[in-house]
């Protein structure tokens, strides 16, 4: 009874390893995101210019900050308001005194399976601390309207270090050949990040801009739903697939206008993908719970939860959903387009 007992242990045993991983696909949807303007929709006749910094860190000589943009660069391309530095009403100030506290961090080995790169990189902490002023000349006096915080003065950003700063691209094949080069370039490096810290954060005040002071037409936005591929399906999947389908149609409710239906719909959606995060069974394995994860992340957005949705993203599996990779930035750059939405919303008052 015992040695019967061991071969049926050991006949499950060997059939749970025979087991293959369960195979992922995505339904890619492209979507139009508009918001209306959080603040008033500035006219055509009304006139705004920036005013920059003249100065940065690794961009200390004088005007060399200005010269990172090109003039036709200064303008908020969503705003129907135009740029006029003589009849200026509105005056957009940019404060940001340069990166600072640099922390390059351990060498790592990268394994990018879906594009076959291999080798090493860098990252690189810093700050880079900046702000944005909205004043107002009512034709007597100049008038905040605005302080908005744009990246705070003890965040981290994190630029990774590659080949890229080397005239090359990709990573590096050493260790050594990266260390020789970082060693070599690093004052470059950190003046090209810098550049690159400061170009960041002007697209991103443009962003908030146009948030506030018109209709923000964001444009076609990937959404990328996960399902399992069709073939070759050891298990029968026809209840995920239901699911999956229900999420297209919500989305597409969503973006027709009909919000109220669609979030109802996909709060219920949204459970049903969490019960597959608990399931025991044998055809719900570590790739399923991924999908579940992954389209659980989308539907926090939707339902507003953006902590849940960024939590969710964050834990999922990085051999499946490596940095880099399609569906990866397709669900960051959802979310933090209603991050940033949800600041230009806490600007009204």
């Known amino acids: 009874m015992k040695s019967l ?3 049926v242990l050991i006949s499950i045993s060997n059939a749970v390893s ?23 929709v500035l006219e055509k006749t009304d006139y705004y210019r920036f005013l920059l910094p003249a100065s940065l860190t690794f961009h200390k000589a004088p005007g060399e900050a200005l010269k990172i943009f090109e003039p036709y660069e200064l303008s908020v391309p969503n705003l129907k ?6 009849q200026a009403v509105y005056f957009f100030e940019i404060i940001a005194p340069g990166v ?3 922390v390059p961090n351990a060498n790592r080995f ?10 090493y990189c860098k990252d690189v902490n810093y700050n880079f601390p900046c702000s944005l002023i909205v004043k107002m000349f ?3 006096e100049m008038k905040v309207l605005r302080k908005i915080e744009i990246t705070g003065n003890d965040e981290i950003l994190t630029t990774t270090y590659d080949m890229g700063f080397a005239s090359g691209s990709g990573l590096f094949p050493t260790e050594q050949a990266l260390n020789s080069s970082f060693s070599f370039n690093q004052a470059t490096a950190y003046k090209t990040i810098e550049r690159g810290a400061y170009r960041a954060a002007y697209y991103k005040f443009t962003d908030m801009l146009g948030h506030l002071f018109s209709e923000m037409n964001i444009g076609k936005t ?6 399992i591929k069709t073939k070759k399906r050891e298990f029968e999947f026809t209840d995920i697939d239901t699911v999956g389908a229900r999420f297209d149609r919500a989305i597409d409710l969503f973006y027709s206008g009909d919000t ?6 996909i709060a219920v959606i949204a459970k049903d993908y969490e019960k597959l995060l608990t399931s025991t069974e044998l055809r719900i394995d570590a790739n399923v719970k991924d999908l579940a994860k992954y389209n659980l992340s989308y539907c926090n957005v939707f339902l507003g939860d953006l902590a849940k949705a960024d939590e969710l993203r964050i834990s999922l599996n990085k051999k499946i959903f490596p940095s880099g990779y399609g569906p990866s930035n397709a669900l960051k750059e959802f979310i933090e387009i209603y991050k940033f939405r949800k600041k230009a919303e806490s600007l009204r008052q």
């Open 5 to 7: 007992l061991v071969l």
């Open 18 to 40: 025979a087991q293959k991983e369960v195979a992922l696909d995505f339904n890619i949807k492209k979507k139009a995101i508009r918001f209306p303007a959080a603040i008033k």
């Open 81 to 86: 308001a135009k740029m006029r530095e003589e």
């Open 100 to 102: 600072k506290n640099f």
């Open 110 to 119: 990268v394994n990018y399976d879906y594009n076959n790169q291999r080798g």
């Open 138 to 140: 009512d034709g007597k």
């Open 222 to 227: 990937i959404i990328s739903i996960a399902i």
């Open 260 to 265: 109220t239906l669609a979030k109802s719909q």
